[in-house]
């Protein structure tokens, strides 16, 4: 058989048989989710559900009351809040489970990580104002959009850089303040740092509803600080009343 004729006869097999497509391998999976909470993927948003697979790509967001926690192959977990966004931006595993990179960008919202048993040099986490490097770390941090990152971390390091400046934050409940203009303040003081705990550091507040192996020591930063919202005016729910001995009444 000629070679023209067996180059022709190939091509044709390739329009009758197409290469079969490579299917995304999956990097992780959902935990624990509450609704509403969307995955999209190539275009296409679904509701998320306890038990699905993440893959490179993917794009979680939730609603003001969602929440999610994904568990991945390397036993990275991370906690997407309230009103928070998530791109899985190109995450690849080594054959030992380990990964070769792990990058995720925060859109906006609030979310809580603890790093896994890949190497530090692998994770780049990225916000629209930010970019952190870690250091066997757990640590909260909320994307404010493109006003700015505010992190607070409980153990290990972060080293988070902005506008041409950097900042290692270490654990211990070490808070930090990234401006859009890529200014960063040390949040020091017992009011200021229980003040951005309760403006959008929900994990910190309701530490409750993670399961356990996604809860951390949040108590470094002290039982005053940490302590729940108060009720602004006009919310339906009026705080409970102070605990103390019952009132007696006299006769009427």
């Known amino acids: 058989m ?16 197409p290469a079969a497509p490579v299917l995304a391998q999956p990097v992780g999976s959902v935990v624990r989710v509450v609704q509403g909470a969307t995955l999209e993927r190539s275009g296409q948003a679904v509701s998320l559900r306890a038990g699905q697979t993440i893959e490179s790509g993917d794009v ?22 309230p009103n928070s966004s998530m791109a ?5 595993f080594k054959q030992n489970g380990k990964a ?19 190497a530090r040099s692998a994770y780049a986490i990225s916000t629209p ?4 490097g870690i250091r066997g770390t757990a640590f909260d941090f909320v994307v404010r959009n493109t006003d700015g990152t505010d992190l607070i971390i409980f153990s290990g390091l972060v080293n988070m850089c902005g506008g041409g400046g950097c900042y ?32 959008g550091f929900y994990f910190v507040t309701q530490q409750q509803k993670l399961r356990q192996d996604f809860r951390t020591n949040v108590r470094s930063c002290g ?13 339906r729910t009026p705080p409970p009343p102070p605990k103390g001995p019952p009132v007696e009444h006299g006769p009427t």
Not at 62 to 75: A, E
Not at 101 to 118: D, M
Not at 129 to 132: G, I, L, Q, W, Y
Not at 223 to 235: M, N, Y
Request: charged letters at 25%; one cysteine or more.
């Open 100 to 118: 070769r990179k792990f990058a995720v960008s925060a859109v906006a919202g609030g979310f809580r990580f603890l790093s896994g048993t890949s």
């Open 223 to 235: 039982r005053d600080v940490i302590s729940r919202p108060v009720p602004k005016a006009g919310d």
């Open 168 to 199: 290692q934050a270490a654990g211990g409940c070490d808070a930090v303040r990234l401006d859009a203009r890529g200014n960063f303040a040390r949040i020091e003081q017992k009011k200021d740092k229980r003040e951005l705990i309760n403006d």
């Open 88 to 92: 899985v931006d190109d995450i690849r």
């Open 2 to 17: 000629a070679v023209p004729l067996i180059v022709a006869l190939l091509f044709i097999g390739s329009l009758v048989f």
């Open 129 to 132: 104002t930010a970019t952190m």
């Open 60 to 81: 979680i967001s939730t609603d003001r009351r969602g929440q999610v926690q994904l568990l991945f192959n390397d036993d990275t977990r991370i906690a997407v809040g």
